[in-house]
């Protein structure tokens, strides 16, 4: 059974730090690997997609990058701003069924 | 825009109630739906896969009779907690996963979320 974790739980930084949030998965045969950012009592809002063949993915300041044989998945975020400021979620997706599994979140804090 | 819509984002009950959930794929067709279900300070986890026409697959754990889900057409599906108790309280949210022989790869959208108060 995949099990997906996430380190650090929760992070609070100044604005303007570079921050690397980690992921790591049990089962190395994945689909593909999904950052989503979610924002208190919101909904999920997909960050990057990095496919099971690719190494990393940018989108602005964010980069994240994918070694699928060790298990694992780093979220680099540039210059932090407090905008910033949500809960960060990787999940995968392992099997034909679709479903993801998710990570227990790493809740970020960039103080102004 | 909006690729699924969930509503509605917010219900407040009493205990004892029936509460229904709906999530519509918007932009296409879905032979499959997922729920998943966060407990405050915790990761979602998956529920249920609705199936379009046929019965909802459950996750261990989770009791289908609480739980009713009906996928009647390509592009709804409903989740109705039945007789709602405090511990139901949680936030639910349903994904579409994109289709097609390519679907596994993209992305998998998400609906905005309904938060459940049972009083």
């Known amino acids: 059974k995949q099990e997906v974790t996430q380190i650090p739980a929760a992070l609070s930084v100044p604005e303007g730090e570079n921050l690397v949030l980690n992921c790591s998965f049990t089962d190395s045969a994945i689909y593909n690997l999904q950052w989503f950012r979610q924002d208190p009592g919101k909904g999920l809002t997909s960050l990057l997609l990095i496919q099971s063949s690719q190494r990393e993915q940018t989108s602005g300041r964010l980069n994240a990058s994918l070694d699928k044989s060790s298990g694992r998945s780093t979220l680099y975020i540039a210059a932090s701003q407090p905008g910033d400021s949500a809960t960060y979620l990787c999940?995968?997706?392992?099997?034909?069924?679709?479903?993801?599994?998710f990570g227990g979140g790493t809740r970020l804090m960039v103080k102004p | 825009g909006a690729v699924v819509s969930q509503h509605p984002s917010r219900v407040i009950c009493k205990s004892g109630t029936s509460v229904k959930i709906e999530c519509r794929s918007l932009d296409f067709q879905a032979t499959t739906m997922f729920w998943y279900r966060q407990f405050p300070k915790q990761s979602l986890m998956l529920m249920a896969t609705s199936n379009e026409g046929s019965k909802a697959t459950y996750e261990q754990g989770v009791e289908k009779d609480k739980f009713l889900i009906n996928h009647a057409s390509l592009t709804l599906s409903t989740l109705t907690v039945t007789s709602a108790h405090p511990e139901d309280s949680s936030f639910y949210i349903c994904?579409?996963?994109?289709?097609?022989?390519?679907?596994?790869?993209?992305?998998?959208?998400f609906g905005a979320g309904t938060r459940l108060s049972v009083l």
């Open positions: 999940a995968v997706k392992t099997g034909a069924g679709n479903m993801l599994t």
């Open positions: 994904s579409v996963p994109p289709a097609g022989a390519q679907g596994v790869k993209n992305i998998q959208y």
